[in-house]
């Protein structure tokens, strides 16, 4: 009964509640149709409101669609969005009841059935008792895609909007740090799941609330402007717990979503050959100033090091890390171009070639002739030097 009465939800005023909300994530496209293709009740004994989770279909004219995790509270009589068969709905996170209610699943850990499958909440670790008793509730209003509620300050539930399906990567990063103990996360508490028709998706997350005062932006600026001696030993601070972080996830061998891959050359190269690329940005961008002084010839001194990434890829890592240091950077060795056999850039075979980013250039090496790569040398060695590049045409040299 509850599902029909969500599905029989009138198109019109449906499709005006969901395109107005600020989570609705494709409000330039056409849309031919907004209708509610499936319900799952969620809480449908005891009192009034009725707590119901639907699928809400937005078709649009180009064939494509997208389905919404939409959360409804159902009462007899007027007052919401939308009604039929004298029920009117409203958002269920707009009820401080409700939030608590679906909360309260997780921590029991429920499985809510219906006819083409479940509704799953489930806790880390197998006990719900890091939920606790629930008290105040708010809603974060700076998203865009999805909806977070806080509980207490202390518990944030964050629901999926667009339901995708499969596990979601962000609850399958959480919950493998959090059973790891990973400090430096908001560590999962739970998550809901829909098992079966008419799609395998995650629904919502249950986490640790962590305020945060500041985001990282305005904190730079903010100490910059203060004179920015606090700044750089967070940065550093944030570059340690990132490292643990990926190391922590590569951590576990049998797991063949986080085993680490060992990586090809090609892939290697490519990877070396974007950060070579920003490293010539990040330079090039720097304005003429006294004070950036000491930072002549660190670029050539960290490209350099990061040509040794496609034979030794750890203490590439270590060698940026070093590149940081305050001892003057050493001299870098030069290397002697014949700039009058050097060819012009229109008779190189990859067109528009000073446009191009160091990886692409890498990535067609390996297709091109001899010849070909032997004139991308003479043009890098005169014009662009860039390491990448020629550690490539030296490698596929070697081969």
Request: with cysteine; hydrophobic share 40%; charged share 25%.
């Amino acid at each position: 009964m509850i599902r029909d009465i969500v599905l029989g939800l009138p198109e019109e005023e449906l499709r005006e509640y969901v395109l107005a909300q600020r989570w609705y994530g494709s409000k330039s496209e056409e849309v031919a149709s907004v209708r509610a293709v499936d319900a799952f009740p969620l809480r449908v004994g005891g009192e009034e409101p009725l707590l119901v989770v639907a699928v809400v279909e937005v078709r649009f004219a180009a064939g494509t669609h997208d389905l919404y995790n939409v959360p409804l509270g159902l009462r007899r009589g007027n007052g919401g969005f939308a009604s039929a068969e004298g029920w009117s709905a409203f958002d269920a996170l707009a009820d401080d009841e409700l939030v608590r209610s679906l909360v309260e699943l997780v921590r029991e850990r429920a499985s809510v059935e219906h006819d083409g499958g479940s509704v799953q909440f489930c806790t880390v670790g197998g006990s719900g008792e890091g939920v606790g008793e629930l008290g105040s509730v708010r809603g974060i209003g700076s998203e865009q895609s999805n909806t977070s509620v806080v509980l207490d300050e202390r518990l944030v539930l964050k629901l999926y909007r667009r339901l995708e399906a499969g596990v979601n990567p962000e609850l399958e990063l959480l919950r493998f740090l959090t059973e790891r103990d990973f400090p430096s996360i908001a560590s999962l508490e739970g998550w809901a799941a829909h098992l079966g028709q008419p799609l395998d998706a995650t629904l919502a997350i249950l986490q640790q609330y962590v305020p945060v005062r500041r985001d990282g932006w305005t904190l730079a600026l903010e100490d910059l402007a203060a004179g920015g001696n606090g700044f750089v030993p967070l940065v550093r601070r944030l570059g340690e717990v990132t490292g643990r972080m990926h190391a922590a996830l590569a951590s576990e061998t049998s797991d063949p979503a986080f085993c680490p891959e060992e990586p090809s050359a090609e892939a290697l190269a490519l990877i070396v050959a974007r950060i070579d690329e920003e490293i010539e940005q990040v330079f090039a961008s720097l304005p003429d100033l006294a004070e950036l002084e000491p930072l002549e010839g660190r670029a050539d001194q960290l490209r350099d090091r990061l040509a040794s990434a496609e034979r030794e890829p750890v203490p590439v890592i270590e060698a940026i890390a070093l590149s940081t240091a305050e001892d003057p950077a050493p001299p870098v060795p030069t290397v002697q171009a014949d700039h009058a056999e050097a060819p012009e850039r229109a008779d190189l075979v990859l067109p528009d070639y000073d446009h191009l980013p160091a990886a692409h250039v890498v990535a067609k090496l390996v297709s091109l002739t001899p010849k070909e790569r032997a004139a991308i040398e003479q043009y890098e060695l005169a014009h662009r030097h860039r390491r990448t590049i020629l550690g490539k045409i030296e490698q596929l040299r070697e081969s």
